[in-house]
């Protein structure tokens, strides 16, 4: 091979390993933000349960009557 050849060779090996190091750190960085969207999803189910729990047990009865105008 050529010198020419080797550093393009050299040059591409590099690159390869840049990129496989990229996507790497992409991929642990996406299974973090996983987690986080998981662990907000089951804060948020949560939240809205109770809220729901406390919108029952404090709303008034509302009786069920026909408006004046009937």
Known sequence: MTVETDERLTSLEVLAAEQERT?????????????????????????????????????PEIPVTKPPHW
């Open 23 to 59: 996507i790497h750190e992409l991929s642990a960085e996406i299974g973090k933000a996983w987690k986080t969207i998981d662990d907000l999803t089951r804060r948020l189910d949560a939240m809205s349960l109770r809220l729901t729990g406390l919108e029952e047990a404090t709303a």
